[in-house]
């Protein structure tokens, strides 16, 4: 026995001294960051939270017992045949205030610890100010609900509670010392117990008072089926029952102390029952009677006034209050014109397809992991998709990283737009060191991450692949801010810890090593910090190994977002941060979200659809008001403030910053700023929600007669493309299309801008609508970042009629439309019988004029490799389909209106278009070497040459493919010159191409125009 005792000490002491390291530590990391004073004020609001309410309740118990027990009578009151009484009262007897003690200090602490969770509830009712905007039903500050309303609620509910437990406590305590007895035939309760115990209950009934009173504000902030907040009944009823709840409960409370002088319970027995009766008559069925009698058969009339405060408030809370909205008047006949007014469009197009390129196909890496692999001990976790402004010899094809070769020409004018790029980081994975995995290697020799990997989105190299302009290791830059500090000690899902500046030597890779030479890192230096790391760590090794010196320095906390987490719990991050080159290195940007689900008549979301690892709390209020930036290499951090990048302060996070002075920087760097980001949480928020918000009429936001769904996301296995429909006409496994980032000209008047974009299609109750209804689009450009735009997508039957929002086709009619074509069909044939497979990538929406153009890049995943490269794109436009080894390609295929080889088309009665035209005469087999003649007639023969050179292709016949493909690019370089003269003549005459075939060095035939480089490979 004495063993089994003496381990449970030892563990529990173990624990202890963990637990004590910990916290011990904890504190070293902040100090490390000079953030001790965020430390300090962080434990001291959940201390003094847990103190404060502790006292409280401690005084409030121990009081009332105290009293009770002086009250109570002496011992010789009892009978013989109270034995039990008798023996408590000799064993308490003469430590009876000890035990009064004990016992209430117990009963605080309960609630006292349980109050130590609301810190942050405190923090906001201490610190939280004004919205300068009142509900419309009360006339109240909407700060009193979000800062106020909570913490006053906790307390109201917290001190009933309470209460009712000291007067149990009490009456416990009146009945050991003899002043209540159960079985006396005579008076049961002593006059002394029973003023006591009625005071007790008045006092519960003037907070219960409080408390109806406090409810009356909680109404705005109602969840209910068609839409939240105060309704008709609410107003015209619940709120009438509870200010005379309010009445009664005074009055309750004035029968309690009355009944101190009187003899019985009658009239505290009248003041319950008069309470009861009261909530459940007035405060459940009178309620229940106006909404079944009065609303329902007349709801959106008696509603009509609370669904505009409803529509109101959620634009507002959801910060959808100022999207700026615009027609477009779509006109399925795609034009060249229209094609050349927008050519940026084109010309940036993301054809590097961020999950293309991460995908792995079995036990294959993806493609920039295998291209860009380095070590088994490193890995890219993550693609993300940024703009960069490129230098114009970069973008000219002078030399990429890792590359023989590098195409994409682009002219002086278009290396002035940023230019859309992908973008990752090698980070360490622990798992890939090789065996042995020691304490040694973890720890002190896999110490980093190193470099990345970035490359245009608009292009590819000879064989399909990135053309990377950052990348290999020793990490090489081009065209692009320089990287002199590559490794990364602190990145994405970084886990365990690293101790730097040792007497072993840090490893990139065999003939690279590194030396960390960063700001923070905590010493580790002592025999106390050793023991305390080992105990934190749960190994011995830091306390025993010899390779530490005096100068070294351990780095833990190494994940991006919880480094962030760690000094500002009270921000909601975002899971998914993203790299960004500045300064001469790497760093992470986590976006932070204040969240409040105290905004009166706004409508409530579950804080998962924010955050898919948040609980299931909801929010009704959220800003994305802070920028926080983690330096890859030091892990230094600092927080910006982002709420005004949206066009006003956040009360919220002003609240924090006050509790937290000195944390948060107002000022944005301008490098920093070129590359900020609108969230894509937040945008997926707030477009599901203005899906049904736009609807701004409350006769029809009531019925729902115009609500949009998120568009659906087309499959991306060519195997799949064609749209599963069930019998009811909806459709099966497709998810919602995610945000995506890409470069966009939305008219011939605006530059192109980097966009976050989201389409929508008209709602249905089986998910079967899939016409295109319009799409919303959020700026990242520094001058107009957080604006939000819809476009409202309308399109007429015929020429004169009216407008409508449901004749255009949608993301998965475009898909079909594309899968269809035959010659998609036949290249995913061709392609299949060589081994490799065909994969889609994102479908970009592109506007030209009053048209729009749906474009596919297609991937050919190489059999042996697992790569995914570009090899293909398709193009299509009302009704018609384009297909080619480059966009020019599938746009000469478009524009030049034969659809005659599509294996189906599929309608919506939209009636599809193209250009007008005559018909052009494919004439002879052989191609002709003439030139000239219109534009349509140059992208017909075109577009006949390409047929020529795929059956070439098919035939295996590459001699004869090269040649054909070499005459229909001249074809379409006639009609870009036809078009743009001036662009012809600046390359020397050559009727404006731009383009080369050459042979890449796998053996495959390299085809280049404009910006796009695109492989046909070799099967």
Known sequence: MAAIVAIVILVGLAFSLRAIATFWTDYLWFDDLDLSSIWTSLLSAKVSLAVIATIIFFLIAWVNLTVADRLSPTIGALSIEDEVLERYQSMVAGRQRLVLFIVALGVALVPGMGAASEWRTWLLFRFGGSFGVDDPQFGTDIGFFVFKLPFLSLVVDWLFGFLLVTVLLVAALYYLNGSIRVQARGERMAGSAKAHISVLLALMALVKAVDYWLQRFELALQQRDAFDGAGYTAVNATLPALQLLILVSLFAAGLFVVNIRRRGWVLPVIAIALWVITSVVLAGLYPAFVQRFQVSPAELN????????????????????????????????????????????????????????????????????????????????????????????????????????????????????????????????????????TWEKEHLVFTHGYG??????????????????????????????????????????????????????????????????????????????????SLRFGEIDPLISDLLTDESQVIYNRDAVQRVQEIAPYLLLDPDPYPVLIDGGISYVVDGYTTSSNYPYAQAYLSSDLDPEASGETFNYVRNSVKAVVDAYDGTVKLYFADTLYGEEDPIIRAYAKAFPDLYEEDIPANLEAHLRYPELLFNIQTVAWGRYHQSNPSTFFNNSDQWNIAQDPPRDARASQVATNSDGSTTDFGLIEPYFQMLQLSEDREPEFLLTRPFVLASSNDSGRNLAAMMVASNHPDTYGRLEEVVIQAADEPGAEATTNRVDGTLQASERIATYQPVSEYQTLVGDNGSSVEFGNLLILPFGDSLLYLRPVYARQSTSGLNTLQRVAV????????????????????????????????????????????????????????????????????????????????????????????????????????????????????????????????????????????????
């Open 876 to 1019: 299509t436009s009302g009704g018609t389909v384009g297909f080619g080894a480059t966009v020019a390609d599938a746009m000469a295929d478009l524009l030049d209106g034969d659809d005659s080889r599509a294996v189906s088309q599929p309608t919506n009665g939209s009636g599809g278009g193209s250009v007008d035209q005559e018909p052009v005469d494919p004439g002879d087999d052989e191609p002709s070497d003439a030139t000239g003649g219109t534009t349509e007639e140059l992208l017909g023969e075109a577009d006949r040459l390409f047929d020529q050179a795929e059956e070439a292709l098919r035939a295996g016949d590459l001699g004869r493919y090269q040649e054909l493909v070499s005459q229909a690019r001249d074809r379409v370089d006639e009609a870009l010159g036809n078009l743009d003269p001036a662009a012809a003549e600046s390359d020397g005459g050559d009727a404006g191409s731009t383009g080369d075939d050459s042979e890449g060095a796998d053996g495959s035939t390299t085809t280049t125009t404009a910006s796009t480089t695109t492989v046909v490979p070799e099967f």
């Open 302 to 437: 008696k509603e009509q006034p609370y669904i505009e405060l409803n529509i109101e408030a959620t634009r507002e809370a959801l910060g959808i209050a100022d999207v700026e909205s615009s027609d477009f008047a779509y006109d399925p006949e795609l034009t060249a014109e229209e094609v050349e007014g927008q050519k940026a469009n084109l010309d940036l197009a993301r054809l590097m397809d961020p999950a293309a390129l991460g995908r792995q196909a079995g036990d294959k890496p993806g493609t920039i992991q295998a291209l860009q692999f380095g070590r088994p001990y490193y890995e890219f976790r993550d693609i993300d998709v940024d703009r960069y402004t490129i230098t114009p010899s970069a973008l000219e094809g002078e030399g990429g990283v890792g590359t023989e070769d590098a195409e994409g020409a682009q002219s002086e004018a278009a290396a002035k737009t940023p230019t859309p790029v992908v973008i990752a980081t090698r980070e360490l994975n622990l798992s890939g060191i090789a065996e042995p995995r």
């Open 452 to 533: 990345g990997a970035l490359a245009p989105a608009d292009e590819a190299n000879s064989r399909g692949e990135p053309r990377f302009l950052l990348g290999d290791i020793p990490a090489i830059t081009n065209g692009i801010p320089p990287v002199d500090r590559p490794e990364i000690y602190v990145g994405e899902d970084m886990e365990g810890y690293a101790i730097v500046d040792t007497d072993q030597t840090e490893l990139t890779q065999d003939d690279l090593e590194a030396s960390y030479e960063g700001s923070t890192g905590v010493g580790i230096n002592t025999f106390l910090r050793k023991a305390a790391f």
